[in-house]
């Protein structure tokens, strides 16, 4: 398989144009899925630079490997990015030059029937980036009640039927435990009109999909240990794809490009914060309607660069 089959990079140029500073400085792309940042950022860097990848995903590693197997300046690690810390620490690394992330699924998680991650296939209501860790979204949701069920709808899936179709959800697992995408569309297609039933059961896979991989935390729990990690002239750049995702990252580039944080109404600063970031993309960079038309993933992609001091 070619890298673009397994997956379309999106904002790739951009993306990787913001991250190289030094040709022979070291990176880490947290979100290798096929492969293709990391390719760029191989071709980028010189001999002496280097890359230090993570998934959680076995396809996308399994893939990787063999893609890169001829490569010796790369070192993919089946891991959450989340651990950035203890990754750098066994690897003996101190600092790095970069940190990229493009957040979200890729294109052979999204159409591979054996990942688990769309309504379109009959599988397992899975959702793990990682089948090995943690439990399967059909434990969560078969011991959810229904008020759970439409918290998680209506935060992480921006639902305006939350309540309605969790209470259907809830009915159902009264009954009969829930294994089986299928048997969660064939729930939800009974209280949701049809021209309208794709889009929610997306809703619906997205919301839970966050919820089970803890995406908000990881990305939180990344960009607080990232910062101590980049040399200074370093930079960190987010690829999102979800509204609440781009406002962590909104919000933690604008609080750290800030000296103090205190209230507008204390006459001295009490916090002492330092300044540690300078924000390289004052407003969202997004796909333009050229990659769009030919990769229409690229849609909700939101990208976001800063430099550490
Ligand atoms: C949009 S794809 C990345 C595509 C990649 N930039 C490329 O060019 O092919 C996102 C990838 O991130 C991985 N992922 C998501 N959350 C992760 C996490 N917390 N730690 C490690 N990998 C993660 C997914 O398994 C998926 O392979």
Known sequence: MQTNEFHKPVLLETAIEFLITDPNGIYFDGTLGGGGYSELILKKISREGRLIATDL??????FCNEKFKDENRIIIVKENFRNIRTIFKKLN??????AVLDLGISSYQIDSPSEGFSYRFETDFD???DKTKGNPAYEFINQMEAKEI??????????????????VIENYTKKKSIRKTNELVDIISKVTPRHKLNDTLSRVFQAF?????????????FLNDVIDLIESGGRIVIVSYHSLEDRIVKEFFNLNSQNCSCPPEFEKCICGKKMRLKKLTKKIITPDESEIKLNPRARSAKLRAAEVL
Do not use: Q, S
């Open 127 to 129: 959702l793990r980036f």
């Open 150 to 167: 439409a918290e998680i709808l209506r935060i992480y899936g921006e639902e305006r039927f939350a309540f309605k179709i969790a209470r």
């Open 209 to 221: 999909r966050i919820y089970v991989n803890d995406e908000l935390n990881n990305l939180k729990t």
């Open 93 to 98: 690394v101190p600092k790095i030059k970069g």
């Open 57 to 62: 995903d076995d396809a996308a590693i399994n």
